[in-house]
């Protein structure tokens, strides 16, 4: 399977990438298939992913089969009280040989990168990371060190656990492109999840069954797909709806619309058109706009995805 940027738009291209990497992910990752879709649609509009879970569902085997699957270099960052950013970034480093000072990258430079309980390290180091996932790149004594491309962040917080944490404000949850949940799986699923597992890892059986190259080219075609001066206009009356929701304080930022509009062209193009629907914006919108929100004293925080499905039930068809 090969993807190749061109002129014009090859909707079977991106198509086919997406199905190979979610069957193969699927492969050894029991996970919603929302999830992995969303995790892929991430991928393919370059933006990072929130993973807000429970510890033992498979956040780490999704993000590892992710890497493996894409033939990508895989990192982890277990966030603690006492990281440093250079822990995050890399350092530089003298050299007593020559007499130089020498950069050495950090996990940061990875493909995927899993940054474990994100929420556990300090605001500092959060800061620093999340300027990495913004600007893609790490500057270090004066020098700018390129990130990998492809290059995603998965960080992880468990919404159950805040002693000892430091959650991240909305200026800094706005830098992810979407939020998901695992959960638990079926009974039955957890069943055949204990046979397959119980004397192998399945990820570390995976092969690549795409290449880095054809990612990066897939996120190019992800550029060309169309939408509409209509679909735009919706996609900001979505945004403006979450504003005026009695439960929400500070509702979608212009960049919220963006990330949704450019996931919506990612998702089109998973799905082998070239052009953006309505239904791409509905299904993304819970899962793009909802961890951004600022909600009012006595909203719950379990409300969120409800009070973007009713913002866009309230809105007109286009």
């Known amino acids: 399977m090969t993807v190749e940027a061109s002129a ?11 199905e190979g990497l979610r069957d ?29 879970d429970r510890p033992g569902v498979g956040k780490t085997a999704l993000a590892r089969a992710l890497a493996r699957s894409i033939g990508g270099e895989f990192s982890r960052v277990q ?16 050299n007593r040989t020559d007499s130089t000072f020498e950069f050495h990258p950090g ?6 990168v899993l940054v474990d309980e994100v929420n556990r390290t300090s605001p500092k180091t959060q800061s620093g990371l999340l300027e990495c996932m913004q600007e893609r790149s790490v500057s270090a004594d004066g020098e700018t060190h ?21 959650p991240l404000p909305e200026a800094q949850l706005d830098r992810f492109m979407v939020s998901v949940s695992l959960g638990y799986p079926e009974p039955a699923e957890e069943a055949a999840m204990l046979d397959l597992h119980a004397s192998a890892d399945r990820v570390a059986d995976l092969g690549p069954v795409a290449e880095v190259a054809e990612v990066i080219a897939a996120q190019r075609l992800v550029h060309e797909v169309h939408g509409s001066e209509a679909l735009r206009r919706y996609i900001v009356s979505v945004g403006a709806a979450t504003r005026e929701h009695p439960g ?58 409800a009070i973007v499905s009713e913002s866009v039930a309230g809105l007109p068809a286009l």
């Open 146 to 166: 390129e990130l990998a491309r492809p290059f995603i962040v998965l960080a992880t917080q468990n919404p159950a656990e805040y002693e000892g944490t430091y």
């Open 248 to 305: 929400v304080e500070l509702g979608a930022s212009p960049r919220a619309n963006l990330m949704l509009f450019r996931a919506a062209k990612a998702l089109a193009a998973l799905r082998g058109r070239d052009h953006v629907l309505p239904d791409d914006v509905q299904e993304l919108a819970p899962t793009v706009l909802a961890h951004r929100l600022m909600l009012t004293p006595g909203t719950e925080e379990s409300e969120r995805r």
């Open 107 to 112: 996990p940061v430079f990875a493909n995927v």
């Open 79 to 94: 966030c603690t009280a006492d990281l440093l950013p250079a822990d995050v970034m890399g350092t530089t480093i003298f």
């Open 24 to 52: 193969n992910v699927k492969r050894a990752v029991k996970a919603p298939p929302e999830v992995i879709t969303h995790l892929l649609v991430a991928l393919l509009a370059e933006g990072h992913v929130l993973i807000e």
């Open 8 to 18: 014009e738009f090859d909707p079977a291209a991106a198509e086919e990438l997406g």
